[in-house]
């Protein structure tokens, strides 16, 4: 049996999309992505899941009140889905230490940086790319790593770099660091844990 995956997301879904082409490319054999949860209703990701009949539920922190019951509503409907892996893709809500504990292990998160350049609390998005940019650095790129109590503090899973050109822009360099580095490592470091769990099972 497969491991089932949930992906948790916020935005436009690029690597959601990934994650579903790898799927049907067959780089992503292990598991199946069983259910795509947003913290916002108007998240293009969401049409990306429905348009590939993927079950796609909002649960947003505002409308639960407080993190408590946030946390609560999505260790409920991780439960009630028999999930065993989730896959944090583009998602920009922070997870606290009492959710995280629940899964060692067993949350994975893409981030658009070589960690620990450029991440922790403020580096999102398009930002990650600006400080990038301001710093003057070189080289950037991508990293898929655990997910634990510390944003981006999680065991490094894969990393792959990612040259900055002249004259590029966050948006550019977003683009670039997505199509060279998020979109091939993330469906990777899923299939990878994936298989780890099936085969512990
Ligand atoms: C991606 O670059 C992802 O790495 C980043 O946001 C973008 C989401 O794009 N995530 C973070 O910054 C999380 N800290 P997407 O919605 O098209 O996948």
Not at 103 to 129: D, E
Request: a negative charge.
């Amino acid at each position: 049996m497969k491991a089932k995956i949930a992906v948790f997301v916020s935005g436009g879904g690029t690597n959601l999309q990934a994650l579903i082409d790898a799927q049907k490319n067959g780089i992503i054999t292990s598991g199946e992505i069983a259910l795509v949860i947003s913290s916002n209703a108007k998240a293009y990701a969401l049409t990306r899941a429905a348009d590939n009949n993927i079950p796609g539920i909002v649960v947003s922190r505002k409308e639960c009140g407080s993190q408590e019951a946030y946390e609560a509503k999505l260790t409920e409907v991780l439960k009630e889905n028999d999930i065993d892996l989730i896959v944090l893709a583009g998602f920009m809500s922070i997870l606290s230490g009492n959710f995280t504990d629940k899964y060692p292990n067993r949350i994975i998160n893409v981030h658009p940086s070589l960690i620990p350049s450029f991440c922790g609390k403020g580096f999102y998005g398009l930002h990650v790319h600006e400080a990038a940019l301001e710093y003057g650095v070189k080289v950037t790129g991508a990293t898929v790593h655990f997910v634990n109590e510390i944003p981006d503090g999680g065991q490094i899973l894969l990393q792959k770099a990612v040259y900055i050109e002249e004259g590029d822009t966050p948006e550019v360099l977003q683009k670039r660091v997505m199509e060279e580095a998020e979109w091939k490592i993330l469906p990777q470091a899923t299939e990878t844990i994936c298989a780890q769990i099936i085969g512990g099972r």
